[in-house]
């Protein structure tokens, strides 16, 4: 008997699945019904399409119910929205253009994604009000921005600075809108990156043109003329043509009441470690299931395209008769912010203080390839791992060469190697591409010093306490550096006159020491230790005091 698979929506992790299963039996009936006039269209180039990086708009929508029947025998529908779903009959009910209809299923998958938050009132009933999520939307968006061109009204309000809004900041800022956004928390991408980096996140924005309103709320919007106003909670008022909201996501999931199949409280779908629900012959992926975070164990809301097509194959194997078990996601995640990279994997300090974990926090600052070669630009790496070399997180900021150091510290952790291991690992080196010790075995080499107790260090925070009566703060960059800016209360001895002026430090209060990014610092500190003085390395040195205290 062949076996019916009905699979609710169709983009990425549906139509994934659904094209797995065909590979898997040419015998399967599978049957795709997706809500939008599209089918596995290409979420994350959205915003690249507005901002004329991808100019032909059918790059975006590469396949058609055509399309999907003649190269994997699949019947799908788009405009096929289902309302209900009934687990004792094994049926669901479809609308399509008006016209009702029931559907029958020996499996059912739901792969129906979220809906992007919009506050109710006048956000919602505004046409001049907009969330990207499909390409319904990318195209009212669109018609929005020439609308804004023709009448000389070029700006535009981005509500919320998470990723997708990010995106379309950059991609309407670089074709001449004057951008807006309007964030809650005191920093940019506060749930991925601490303050520390993130701040270089901040600055490039501003940088770029970008005007930032953080720690602010828009407590009111409305729509004005050719526009709208927004007023924020700091009594401001901004004028735009119009606003793109970007505040998260809720599960599509509102059609599974009284289905039977278990949701949690914020309506995610639950699901084992099959990915099947609390119905024995229904399974669920992708946003509207929460996942199982590696370093916590915690499921969790975890919205990124590689998650959902991993879990799709899941599910694909596991109706056709395999055992397969979605491991824990690490959650890497990476944006393009004008010239930045910025990514990240695991927890950032943030979470794992939440957590209540006992860890170290390193910075580096290395180049991408060796400093010789022409063009080497500096990564901001910020690690995080226990006493025991266990890694939690790892933020990466850069021009180039970042997606390779998270990706190399998301392998490790995979496979629950340790900061230890990163130092022994093999990269390629040739000056173009690296140095004969990459990032990553930098950060391993490092880890091992503060572990092993060669290098003692002080953080950000400690600075912050910094008393002068039982301690004494050290710079020991150029004097040239030293003029340019340095921290309050420091004294300045070039690490190559240290051993010669040893006599002027003292050896009654413990010395803090910095350089640029830690590394001189760390010459320093092991000619102090030597020599009878107590001492700790600021590691990161004046880089990260500068990134901290610069003012936008």
């Not at 019947?75 to 009959?89: F, G, M, P, Y």
């Given at each position: 008997?062949?076996?019916?698979?009905?699979?609710?929506?169709?983009?990425?992790?549906?139509?994934?699945?659904?094209?797995?299963?065909?590979?898997?039996?040419?015998?399967?009936?599978?049957?795709?019904?997706?809500?939008?006039?599209?089918?596995?269209?290409?979420?994350?180039?959205?915003?690249?399409?507005?901002?004329?990086?991808?100019?032909?708009?059918?790059?975006?929508?590469?396949?058609?119910?055509?399309?999907?029947?003649?190269?994997?025998?699949?019947?799908?529908?788009?405009?096929?929205?289902?309302?209900?779903?009934?687990?004792?009959?094994?049926?669901?009910?479809?609308?399509?253009?008006?016209?009702?209809?029931?559907?029958?299923?020996?499996?059912?998958?739901?792969?129906?994604?979220?809906?992007?938050?919009?506050?109710?009132?006048?956000?919602?009933?505004?046409?001049?009000?907009?969330?990207?999520?499909?390409?319904?939307?990318?195209?009212?968006?669109?018609?929005?921005?020439?609308?804004?061109?023709?009448?000389?009204?070029?700006?535009?309000?981005?509500?919320?600075?998470?990723?997708?809004?990010?995106?379309?900041?950059?991609?309407?800022?670089?074709?001449?809108?004057?951008?807006?956004?309007?964030?809650?928390e005191e920093s940019i991408l506060t749930n991925i990156?601490?303050?520390?980096?993130?701040?270089?996140?901040?600055?490039?924005?501003?940088?770029?043109?970008?005007?930032?309103?953080?720690?602010?709320?828009?407590?009111?919007?409305?729509?004005?003329?050719?526009?709208?106003?927004?007023?924020?909670?700091?009594?401001?008022?901004?004028?735009?043509a119009f606003a793109v909201v970007n505040i998260g996501?809720?599960?599509?999931?509102?059609?599974?009441?009284?289905?039977?199949?278990?949701?949690?409280?914020?309506?995610?779908?639950?699901?084992?470690?099959?990915?099947?629900?609390?119905?024995?012959?229904?399974?669920?992926?992708?946003?509207?299931?929460?996942?199982?975070?590696?370093?916590?164990?915690?499921?969790?809301?975890?919205?990124?395209?590689?998650?959902?097509?991993?879990?799709?194959?899941?599910?694909?194997?596991?109706?056709?008769?395999?055992t397969s078990v979605v491991e824990p996601t690490l959650?890497?995640?990476?944006?393009?912010?004008?010239?930045?990279?910025?990514?990240?994997?695991?927890?950032?300090?943030?979470?794992?203080?939440?957590?209540?974990?006992?860890?170290?926090?390193?910075?580096?600052?290395?180049?991408?390839?060796?400093?010789?070669?022409?063009?080497?630009?500096?990564?901001?790496?910020?690690?995080?791992?226990?006493?025991?070399?266990?890694?939690?997180?790892?933020?990466?900021?850069?021009?180039?060469?970042?997606?390779?150091?998270?990706?190399?510290?998301?392998?490790?952790?995979?496979?629950?190697?340790?900061?230890?291991?990163?130092?022994?690992?093999?990269?390629?080196?040739?000056?173009?591409?690296?140095?004969?010790?990459?990032?990553?075995?930098?950060?391993?080499?490092?880890?091992?010093?503060?572990?092993?107790?060669?290098?003692?260090?002080?953080?950000?925070?400690?600075?912050?306490?910094?008393?002068?009566?039982?301690?004494?703060?050290?710079?020991?960059?150029?004097?040239?550096?030293?003029?340019?800016?340095?921290?309050?209360?420091?004294?300045?001895?070039?690490?190559?006159?240290?051993?010669?002026?040893?006599?002027?430090?003292?050896?009654?209060?413990?010395?803090?020491?910095?350089?640029?990014?830690?590394?001189?610092?760390?010459?320093?500190?092991?000619?102090?230790?030597?020599?009878?003085?107590?001492?700790?390395?600021?590691?990161?040195?004046?880089?990260?005091?500068?990134?901290?205290?610069?003012?936008?």
């Open positions: 008997m062949q076996k019916k698979i009905v699979i609710i929506g169709g983009v990425a992790g549906g139509l994934t699945c659904a094209a797995r299963l065909r590979r898997l039996s040419e015998d399967f009936i599978i049957i795709v019904l997706e809500k939008s006039g599209f089918l596995g269209y290409t979420n994350c180039g959205l915003p690249y399409y507005l901002g004329d990086v991808i100019h032909r708009r059918e790059v975006l929508t590469p396949q058609t119910m055509e399309s999907v029947k003649n190269l994997y025998n699949i019947d799908a529908r788009i405009d096929s929205e289902v309302v209900s779903v009934d687990t004792l009959t094994n049926r669901v009910v479809v609308v399509n253009n008006g016209r009702t209809y029931e559907e029958s299923f020996d499996y059912l998958v739901i792969s129906t994604g979220g809906t992007p938050i919009v506050p109710n009132g006048e956000w919602k009933n505004s046409s001049k009000i907009f969330s990207l999520n499909n390409i319904e939307s990318m195209d009212k968006i669109r018609e929005k921005i020439d609308e804004a061109i023709k009448f000389k009204k070029k700006s535009v309000i981005i509500v919320g600075g998470a990723f997708i809004g990010l995106e379309v900041a950059e991609n309407l800022s670089k074709i001449g809108f004057e951008v807006s956004i309007i964030e809650r990156f601490d303050n520390d980096l993130s701040s270089l996140i901040t600055q490039e924005l501003a940088s770029s043109g970008v005007k930032l309103y953080l720690s602010k709320t828009v407590d009111n919007i409305r729509e004005i003329n050719n526009g709208i106003e927004a007023t924020l909670s700091s009594g401001e008022k901004i004028e735009a996501k809720i599960p599509n999931s509102d059609f599974l009441k009284g289905s039977g199949i278990e949701l949690s409280e914020r309506g995610f779908v639950k699901v084992d470690d099959t990915m099947k629900t609390s119905a024995s012959n229904v399974y669920a992926l992708g946003d509207v299931v929460l996942s199982k975070e590696f370093v916590t164990g915690e499921y969790q809301s975890i919205q990124l395209a590689g998650v959902a097509h991993k879990q799709a194959r899941i599910v694909a194997n596991n109706i056709y008769g395999y959650a890497n995640s990476i944006i393009k912010i004008f010239s930045l990279a910025c990514a990240a994997v695991g927890l950032n300090e943030r979470k794992i203080k939440k957590m209540g974990y006992d860890y170290h926090s390193i910075f580096l600052y290395p180049l991408d390839h060796a400093s010789y070669y022409p063009n080497s630009t500096k990564l901001s790496i910020k690690v995080m791992f226990d006493d025991n070399g266990k890694i939690y997180g790892a933020e990466c900021i850069g021009k180039n060469g970042v997606d390779k150091f998270i990706d190399i510290i998301a392998t490790v952790m995979k496979l629950n190697g340790t900061i230890y291991d990163l130092i022994d690992l093999d990269f390629c080196y040739a000056p173009p591409f690296s140095s004969p010790k990459s990032p990553a075995n930098l950060v391993g080499l490092v880890a091992d010093n503060l572990l092993s107790g060669i290098m003692k260090v002080c953080g950000i925070e400690d600075l912050s306490r910094f008393d002068g009566s039982r301690q004494f703060l050290l710079d020991v960059r150029t004097p040239e550096e030293f003029k340019r800016g340095t921290i309050a209360e420091a004294t300045n001895i070039p690490i190559n006159l240290l051993r010669g002026r040893l006599d002027e430090l003292p050896k009654d209060r413990e010395i803090i020491i910095f350089c640029a990014v830690g590394l001189r610092g760390y010459m320093a500190s092991r000619i102090l230790t030597q020599a009878g003085f107590k001492n700790k390395n600021f590691i990161g040195g004046y880089t990260l005091y500068e990134s901290l205290n610069t003012t936008i």
